[in-house]
C-alpha cells in the first residue's frame, strides 16, 4: 500500500487512528456492510484517490456504488457548492421555485434532452434511485390502469417495497418482511445461454391465455445490470425488447440510476440503442458529488400525476441542482464520451490479461464501458479478489446473486495514469488469490 505525502491534517490534536473502529461497532447498527470490507477510519478524498487517518492512500474503484462518476470533490463543483452556500443559497425548497432548479432544468434541457432529441418532463420524486423507481411504477400503473410490471432475474431496481418487488436478489427480498407483489420476473438477455431468445420467451406468455402471466403495465430494464453481476443486454436485444413493448401496449422504463450519467459511455445507456423509453429513472451521479438526487423523466403524454401524488420531503435538494448543473458541462460535446471508449479498451485488457493469467480462478470478463468485471467461477475467489486488492490500496467491491464478480466502477474522469495505477493493483491481487488456491 502506498502512503500519502500529505498527512489528512497538520493539527495533531484532530489526528485518528484509522483502525480505531470503536465506536461504529458498539452504536451503528449491525445493518452496516461497506465499512466490513473496508475497515478503515477515511478522512480525505479527491479524484480517484481517498486517504484514511493514518494518511495512508487508496485508489478508488468503487465510486460510491456508482455515485462518484465524476471522482470526489471536483474542483469545478466544489467551487460552485461553496460559492453557493457562502451566499446564503437556498439549501431546501421542496418543490417550490428556485434559482437553482431553474438553471439546472435549462441545463439540461439545452445539453442533456435537447440534442438527443429527447422530449421528457422532469419530476423531482426524492432524493433516491429507489425514489424515483417507487415513482414510475405508481405512473406507469396509473397511465395504464394495470398493477403488474415486468422485471428481469438479476435485478436489482432499490430496497423500498415497489422496488423490492421487482429485484431479484433472495436476500435482499427476504429483508422486506412480508410478500411482494404485482410483479413477474422474466429471464434476462443471455440468462439461461446465448442461443435462448428470451424476448420470444417472454411474448409466449403474453400470447398465452393460460400462463397465469396478465398484461403488464410496464417492463422496467437495466441496460447492464450492476448489482446483478454486471450483464450486458446487448443493444440488438434493447431495441427488440422496446419494439415488444410497443405491441402490447406497455410502457418502457430504464432504470440508469447506475448505468447512467455516463458510465456506460454516453450520457444515458440506452443511447447507443436508439430507443426511447416511456420513463427513465437517474440518480446516483446525477448530482455529480455525491450529493443526493433524482429524477424521473416522463414522456409527456404519461405526465398524469395531480399536484402532491406523489411527493418527497427532500425532493428540493439545491445544493444538489448546484452541482449537477455545473456537470452537466462534462457533457457539452463528446470529450469525455471518447475518453472512456478509449480507457475502456484499457480495462479489457487488463481483465482479459488476468484471466489467461490467473486460470484457477476460473475467470470471465463483462462489461460496458466503466461498468465491467471479472467473474470469478472458483467459488469465493471474487471476495477473496477484492480483500487482497484493499490490502494494496485499491478500493473496489463484488456484486452479483452470491458475490462472484470483482466490480469495477472507477471515476469515468480518471487519468490514464490512475486507471493504470489501480488496474496493476488488481492484477497483482488475483495473481496472490490464484497463487494460493
Known amino acids: 500500500m502506498s502512503t500519502s505525502t500529505q498527512n489528512t491534517t497538520d493539527d495533531p490534536s484532530q489526528k485518528h487512528d484509522a483502525t480505531d473502529l470503536g465506536i461504529f461497532e458498539t452504536l ?6 461497506y465499512i466490513r470490507n473496508f475497515p478503515i477510519l477515511f478522512t480525505k478524498a ?8 493514518d494518511g495512508n492512500e487508496y485508489v478508488d474503484f468503487f465510486s460510491g456504488a456508482g455515485a462518484l462518476n465524476y471522482g470526489h470533490n471536483n474542483p469545478d463543483l466544489q467551487k460552485k457548492l461553496v460559492d453557493y452556500i457562502l451566499r446564503d443559497g437556498i439549501a431546501h425548497s421542496l418543490d417550490m421555485a428556485t434559482d437553482a432548479k431553474k438553471e439546472f432544468l435549462e441545463a439540461f434541457q439545452d445539453i442533456i434532452l435537447k440534442p438527443r432529441l429527447l422530449d421528457y418532463k422532469v419530476m423531482f420524486p426524492g432524493p433516491t434511485g429507489t425514489n424515483a423507481v417507487e415513482s414510475a411504477l405508481k405512473l406507469a400503473r396509473k397511465v395504464k390502469g394495470r398493477d403488474s410490471v ?3 432475474t438479476n435485478a436489482y431496481h432499490g430496497m423500498t417495497l415497489g422496488s423490492l418487488a421487482i429485484t431479484g436478489n433472495a436476500f435482499k427480498r427476504t429483508g422486506a418482511g412480508l410478500p411482494l407483489t404485482n410483479s413477474v420476473a422474466m429471464p434476462y438477455a443471455n440468462y439461461l445461454n446465448e442461443e435462448m431468445d428470451t424476448l420470444a420467451y417472454m411474448e409466449h406468455f403474453l400470447k398465452d391465455n393460460g400462463s397465469g402471466v396478465d398484461l403488464p403495465a410496464a417492463i422496467i430494464l437495466e441496460t447492464v445490470q450492476g448489482e446483478g453481476g454486471i450483464n450486458v443486454a446487448s443493444l440488438a436485444w434493447i431495441r427488440d425488447l422496446e419494439d415488444l413493448c410497443r405491441r402490447w401496449d406497455i410502457m418502457l422504463i430504464v432504470d440508469d440510476v447506475q448505468a447512467g450519467c455516463g458510465r456506460t459511455g454516453t450520457f444515458f445507456s440506452f443511447e447507443e440503442a436508439g430507443i426511447t423509453p416511456d420513463i427513465v429513472c ?3 451521479s446525477i448530482s455529480g458529488y455525491g450529493l443526493p438526487m433524482a429524477l424521473t423523466l416522463i414522456k409527456p403524454e404519461h405526465d398524469v400525476f395531480g ?7 427532500f425532493r428540493g435538494n439545491n445544493l444538489a441542482f448546484v452541482t449537477a448543473t455545473e456537470t452537466l458541462k462534462f457533457w457539452q460535446d463528446d470529450s469525455l464520451t471518447k475518453k472512456i471508449r478509449a480507457q475502456e479498451k484499457m480495462i479489457e485488457e487488463s481483465l482479459g490479461k488476468i484471466v489467461q493469467a490467473c486460470p484457477k480462478l476460473k475467470a470471465e470478463h463483462r462489461g460496458r464501458g466503466f461498468m465491467q468485471g471479472l467473474v470469478c467461477h472458483a467459488n469465493g475467489t471474487a471476495k477473496d479478489v477484492c ?3 484493499f490490502s494494496r490500496g485499491l478500493i473496489m467491491e463484488t456484486s452479483g446473486p452470491n458475490s462472484e464478480v470483482a466490480k469495477l466502477f472507477p471515476p469515468i474522469t480518471i487519468s490514464d495514469a490512475g486507471l493504470k495505477r489501480g488496474l496493476e493493483l488488481l492484477e497483482q491481487a488475483a495473481a496472490a488469490v490464484n497463487d494460493n488456491l
Do not use: C, Q, Y
Not at 46 to 53: T, V
Open 387 to 389: 480483500r487482497e486488492a
Open 28 to 33: 451503528e447498527s449491525e445493518v452496516r456492510s
Open 46 to 53: 479527491k479524484d480517484h484517490l481517498m486517504w484514511d487517518a
Open 150 to 152: 415486468i422485471s428481469f
Open 307 to 313: 399536484p402532491g401524488e406523489h411527493n418527497g420531503t
Open 282 to 284: 437517474i440518480s446516483k
